[in-house]
């Protein structure tokens, strides 16, 4: 089946600084693809769509300047959280969309980045 | 957008079969995932149903009335390690993008 990556798997960070997350798509091509961010006991959030060679496209209320995403190939997304806060620590989970169009059209998830904001 | 209903927590015995349901509405619907989330870790897809009907794949089951706005998973011989959050997904409303419900965790115990 299609195998999304994501690394770092957890990061500790200080307020201020700035953390890249990555994912990867590892067995396939995935021009979509997507970052949540999950709270405890809450359900998965959408925080922007990302397309390979274009600007990503956000959901209402993510501040796009502080979530930078970059998506240059077809195998590989980046979130940079800029100027980290603790209200940031948080689960960001990407996924990749697998053969849109197809009868599934199913998202891959990656394994998640724990991050944590001291 | 979608509003998706499930219930919070369920618990069942080691052995049984527990269903979990989930209703939606949305304009346009598009299809219905079932993921399983154990955790500290990410989801992992378990079914998606776009027609009426059951569709079965192992010890899971996946159903959908669309007319009800209605769907259901099925657990069978259920296994501690089935302990973990079950989240329903909706897609509809003109995009792609499914919205997830806020997800029903399941406690198996012996």
């Known amino acids: 089946g299609a195998v999304v990556s994501q690394h770092p798997s957890w990061v500790i960070c200080k307020s201020g600084t700035s953390v890249k997350i990555e994912c990867r798509s590892l067995?396939?091509?995935?021009?979509?693809m997507f970052w949540y961010r999950q709270f405890p006991k809450q359900s998965l959030m959408l925080m922007a769509t990302?397309?390979?060679?274009?600007?990503?496209?956000?959901e209402q209320g993510v501040e796009k300047d502080k979530f930078l995403i970059n998506h240059a190939s077809l195998t590989l997304s980046t979130l940079t959280v800029t100027s980290a806060h603790p209200e940031d620590s948080s689960f960001y989970i990407c996924?990749?969309?697998?053969?849109?169009?197809?009868?599934?059209?199913?998202?891959?998830f990656g394994p998640g980045t724990r991050l944590t904001v001291l | 957008g979608q509003n998706i209903d499930q219930p919070t927590e369920m618990t069942a015995t080691e052995g049984a079969i527990v269903q979990i349901n989930c209703t939606y509405q949305?304009?346009?619907?598009?299809?219905l995932f079932w993921y399983q989330q154990h955790a500290g870790e990410a989801p992992t897809f378990l079914s998606y149903?776009?027609?009426?009907g059951l569709e079965e794949k192992g010890r899971f089951s996946s159903f959908l009335s669309r007319s009800k706005g209605y769907s259901y998973l099925l657990l069978k011989e259920l296994q501690m390690k089935d302990s973990a959050s079950y989240l329903c997904?909706?897609?509809?409303?003109?995009?792609?993008?499914?919205?997830f419900g806020r997800g029903t965790s399941l406690i198996v115990h012996p």
């Open positions: 990302s397309n390979e060679g274009s600007k990503a496209t956000y």
């Open positions: 149903n776009v027609l009426d």
């Open positions: 997904a909706v897609k509809g409303g003109g995009s792609y993008i499914p919205t």
């Open positions: 067995d396939f091509q995935a021009t979509t």
């Open positions: 996924s990749a969309r697998d053969e849109p169009g197809s009868s599934t059209d199913t998202q891959y």
């Open positions: 949305t304009s346009g619907f598009n299809g």
